[in-house]
Every structure is written in C-alpha cells, then in structure tokens.
C-alpha cells in the first residue's frame, strides 16, 4: 500500500466512527494541502498528503494518551511505522510546540523536530483555513472560531492566541509561494 493510501485506511479507521465531524474536517483538510502540492517537490507530494490526513489521528479515543493530540498522534504513527519525517509533522502541526509548552509535555515533543519547510507551512496552511465542518476559511476567522468553540478558560484559547503571530506567518508564506507559483485558491 502506498504511503497516501495508508495514511488514509488509518485515519478513517481510527476518526469515522468515534469522530466523525474530526473526519470531515480532515478530509477537508487534505483536500486543501492537494491544492499546494505545486509547491512542494514532486517526491515529497505524498508525504504532504500523508501528513494532512493524519495529522489530527491524535484525537482518535484508542489513541489518546496525554490528552495532546499532536504528541499521541505522532507516537502512535511512529509505533505503526509509519516514517519519522511524517511523525515529526503530526507531532509539530500548527504549531504545536506551543501548546506542548502549556501542558507541560515540550520534553515529549521534542522527541521530534519541526522541519520548518515550504511542505511543513503548507501542511499549517491547510490545517488553518479548514474549518471544523471541512469548509474553507480564513487564518483569523479559524483562531476566532477555536477561542470560541473552547471557551475563554481553556488551554487551547490561551494557546491559539500566543501562537496566532506564527500561523499567521506560515499562512502568508504558503500563500505567497502559491501566487508565485500560479495557484489560485480562494
Ligand atoms: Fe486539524
């Protein structure tokens, strides 16, 4: 099986039933990180789709350990064997590092390193303008949407707002590169 292929047979065992509104939105956001494949080297296309199929698999309640779903996503991906580079963008998607940083598990997740590439940016590209539904939308009507789907209280409002400056930014670098590339997405 390649490696597109397999990334989706795990995703959709592991989020259909369990997390169905998570299933959509992943869907929605692969369908987003195809649209920037134009930007990333032909052999590295997979691994961009690989990527944006599995990067929520975290939130799946047979693989949920810490409560962090980037970290449990990539040791869960890693003990299935799927490649280390794959892991590593699961485990630092949108951002992670910094929600790592507030749940006190940075240690864990450094067990990784964040490539900070073009594939990488438009992996976070992706995730940022899908919204919950898999519908398109914008970086900031996405952070407002996350603060008020968690609540003013939670973690991962707290979250989003420190780390909006550097999803902003990997959001304006992957749209640049499309522009420059001739890719017109919305
Ligand atoms: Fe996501």
Redesign the pocket.
């Known amino acids: 099986m390649d490696l597109v292929a397999w990334a989706y047979a795990v995703a959709e065992g592991r989020l259909v039933l369990s997390l169905p509104r998570?299933w959509v939105?992943?869907q929605g956001?692969a369908k987003r990180a195809a649209l920037a494949a134009g930007i990333v080297p032909e052999a590295e296309r997979d691994l961009l789709m690989a990527a944006a199929v599995l990067?929520?698999v975290g939130y799946a309640q047979d693989v949920a350990e810490t409560g962090f779903h980037a970290l449990d996503g990539a040791r869960y991906l890693e003990e299935q064997g799927f490649p280390e580079r794959l892991c590593a963008l699961v485990a630092h998607?949108?951002c992670a590092y910094r929600e790592a940083e507030l749940r006190g598990c940075s240690a864990e997740l450094a067990r990784w390193v964040d490539e900070e590439t073009p594939l990488r940016d438009a992996l976070w590209w992706a995730?940022m303008t899908?919204g919950p539904d898999g519908d398109t939308t914008g970086i900031r009507e996405r952070i407002a949407e996350i603060q008020a789907r968690y609540g003013p209280e939670d973690l991962v409002t707290f979250f989003v707002r420190q780390a909006e400056p550097e999803l902003v930014a990997a959001v304006e670098r992957t749209e640049a590169r499309l522009k420059a590339a001739g890719i017109e997405v919305r």
Do not use: A, F, I
């Open positions: 998570r939105h992943v956001v990067h929520d998607h949108s995730d899908t």
